[in-house]
């Protein structure tokens, strides 16, 4: 018998800057949708009227405007109303949720990047119940690359990537170590491959957990 909670599948896309978790996002949504299922694709920060509101709050600005514990904070805030007002009642009724980012957004950036305490992560996590993915994919790229190819400057959401070179890398070390500590639920997928590869790479690990 099944132990899991829903009907549908909970899948998160995750990676440094400019690593094409957004085309992807787009491109494993409508392959997964060409089967026949229900799929939502959604985002963090984001995802839901209160949670856009406090993107704003994160991505725009400069960078020293929070402390990381203040972004962690905000982040869990908007995952919170994320969770509650789209992606649990989207997999209650069985659809699968496509979505880009999640809470190892939170551990790579605020824990490796900006020096939170990995406990605190933990914490914030179980204070607001944060459900399991089915599946992580973690985008690979080297971040001199991956910034090279970001848009965020040009939404002017680039407060993160104008946090500099050493950040990046610790941000990329921290993903990595994410994927080496739970290989069962995370495949890391190297994004410098053409699009076509890593959209047949990510929808492999997907169909896997039909
Ligand atoms: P995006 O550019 O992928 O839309 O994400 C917005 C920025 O927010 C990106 O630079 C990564 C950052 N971020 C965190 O620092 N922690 C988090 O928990 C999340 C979800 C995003």
Not at 85 to 91: D, F, G, I, M, Q
Request: net charge neutral; glycine share 10%.
């Amino acid at each position: 018998m099944s132990t899991r909670k829903y009907q549908g599948r909970f899948i998160t896309l995750e990676g440094g800057e400019g690593v094409g978790k957004s085309t992807l996002t787009r491109g494993l949504a409508a392959a997964l949708r060409a089967k026949g299922r229900e799929v939502i694709e959604t985002r963090e920060p984001g995802g839901a009227p209160g949670a856009d509101e406090i993107r704003a709050l994160l991505v725009q600005g400069e960078p020293g405007r929070w402390s990381a514990a203040e972004e962690a904070l905000l982040f869990t805030a908007a995952r919170l109303n994320h969770l509650i007002h789209t992606v649990r009642p989207a997999l209650q009724r069985g659809a699968w949720v496509v979505c880009d980012r999640y809470f190892d957004s939170t551990r790579a950036y605020q824990v490796g990047g900006a020096g939170l305490a990995p406990d605190d992560h933990v914490e914030l996590n179980a204070l607001i119940r944060a459900d399991y993915p089915d599946l992580t994919l973690i985008l690979d790229i080297d971040p001199k690359l991956g910034l090279a190819r970001s848009r965020g400057a040009q939404k002017g959401e680039d407060r993160f990537e104008k946090k500099g070179a050493a950040f990046h890398a610790r941000v990329r070390a921290e993903f990595l170590s994410i994927a080496e500590r739970e290989p069962q639920r995370c495949r890391v997928i190297d994004s410098g491959q053409p699009a076509e590869a890593v959209l047949a790479e990510a929808l492999s690990a997907a169909e896997a957990l039909a």
